[in-house]
């Protein structure tokens, strides 16, 4: 059997190509139950709106003044030289077992991994996140930088990734949030926003006002921005009043409570306010901020230490984060991160791995968006890990299910050239001929095997499934990769005694 994408010898029982990543285009046979040794894991209304009886002038202009009285610094120095970078671990890498892969899928086409020479924007982050912690005063009245936060991610949706920077070790007045950029090569600030924010899809911010002394208090006021023609623009100022709450600024009128539950709501958009029922504010909030599309960010302390971290891995990126929160037909509840990696690399081997981890992982994004949408389960997660050590760049994707089962897709290509490294390269970079490789990794399978069935149990099919697990033809299979402290594994299938007829895992394999 040859791979389709890049013609490359497979064994019949592959699953994906060892040489270009690609899944292998195969029916999926159906998943049994899960065996008894691995851990189990727990898991319109109207729309027409009632524009204002009464002329509230004082309070639209007070809720603007002080969305926009913020006198905030916004520091935009050049970044030192790019170092090696690439993008801080979802998850650690396991010894679970994993599903068949899934099948592969064409992705949209409007967005690409990496496959052409650009920025390293996360190289470049790094670069800057020392330079800000290193220089605080540049930033405002900063006391304590490492009780600030920042963030990497895709904030303004348009297909490369942005720094957010918490300004919160600082007094209240002083506390923001800013936004950077790097695509040109050069980190410059794009936005910033109050303290209190949220990012959401479609490139949408919904910023909590300062003070609420004016409001009513069933929601705090906030601002809406949204991300268009290359700049975050005000798309909405929102309020309330309530019966129970008349403060002094917005007084609750009866005759503006068309449903009558005692709470006004108010919005601003292009200099018009309306008077909004309970039911019309959520299709406000539904069209804008659905609780599901919140772009998820990975927060970190502004320390030398995660700094340092997201330059040690700057040879992987975030092709695509996507979260997935349903009930199925049986009341389970998911709510899972699926992360597709990109390696940043533009070597024609790069390519084609992110064309495998691209297919893999928008299938698996397809697959759970089903499940959502007809209330079944399938995919509950997809992560990936990355690391370097200088010399390899290696990234591991899992699919984990609700079955306790986990697929991995390990790659590792050779720095800077990046090419990706096959068993002969792997086994040669430790000193070993293929040969000897197979070898350990067979004594390695044996060994885990036999700690994980019971060497007791010495029966027929004990010794069937073991001479399986070692034979030549599951070797073909095996995956060969550096750890992050530079160990030696191996990603093998075991085969089992119940449940699945095998499993696959990440052992570290046992060198003399």
Known sequence: MYCTKCGHLLPDTAKFCGRCGSPVQRPAPAQPGPPPVSPATGKGSRRSKLWLLLVIPVAAAALTAWFLLRDRPAGDPAPSEPTQLESKPDTQPDTQPETEAAPETEAPGETQP???????????????????????????EIDDIEACQFAIGDVDQDGAEELVISFTGTYTAAQYAGLWSAQTGRVEQIAQFGPTCQFYAGGI?????????????????????????????????????????????????????????????????????????????????????????????????????????????????????????????????????????????????????????????????????????????????????????????TVVMTLSTDSDYWAYYVHTLSLPEGELQDWDDMAAAYGLTGQEA???????????????????????????????????????????????????????????????????????????
């Not at 496959?115 to 405002?140: A, I, K, W």
């Open 438 to 512: 197979r070898a350990a990794v067979a004594d390695t399978l044996a060994d885990f095997f036999a700690r994980n069935y019971g060497e007791a149990t010495q029966d027929e099919f004990y010794q069937e499934q073991l001479l399986r697990t070692c034979a030549e033809e599951n070797l073909d299979e095996a995956v060969l990769f550096p750890d992050s402290q530079g160990n030696l594994m191996v990603m093998a299938r075991v085969y089992s005694l119940a449940g699945a007829d095998s499993y696959w895992y990440l052992l570290p394999v046992e060198l003399d």
């Open 205 to 393: 911010v919904q910023e909590m006002g300062s003070h609420n002394q004016t409001y009513g208090a069933t929601i705090w006021p906030y601002r809406l921005y949204q991300w268009t023609g290359g700049e975050y623009a005000v798309l909405a100022d929102v309020w309330c009043a309530d019966q129970a709450i008349d403060l002094d600024g917005v007084e609750y009128q009866a005759a503006q409570d068309l449903d009558g539950d005692g709470v006004i709501y108010f919005v601003t958009q292009n200099l018009e306010t309306a008077a909004l029922t309970q039911a019309e504010y959520q299709d406000f909030v539904d069209q804008y901020i659905p609780a599901e599309g919140e772009n998820v960010l990975d927060w970190q302390a502004l320390t030398l230490e995660n700094i340092n971290i997201l330059v040690q891995t700057a040879y992987v990126t975030t092709y695509r984060q996507e979260r997935i929160a349903y009930t199925d037909s049986v009341g389970n509840r998911y709510d899972e991160i699926f992360t597709i990696p990109a390696f940043t690399l533009t070597s024609a081997d790069a390519v084609a791995c992110n064309k495998g981890l691209r297919l893999t992982g928008e299938s698996a994004i397809a697959e759970a968006q089903a499940a959502m949408t007809e209330g079944y389960s399938l995919p509950c997660g997809l992560s990936y890990t990355a690391w370097d050590d200088g010399k390899y760049v």
């Open 114 to 140: 990496p496959e052409e020479e650009g920025p390293n924007l996360r190289t470049l982050y790094g670069e800057f996140l020392r330079q800000v912690h290193d220089s605080p005063q540049d930033y405002g």
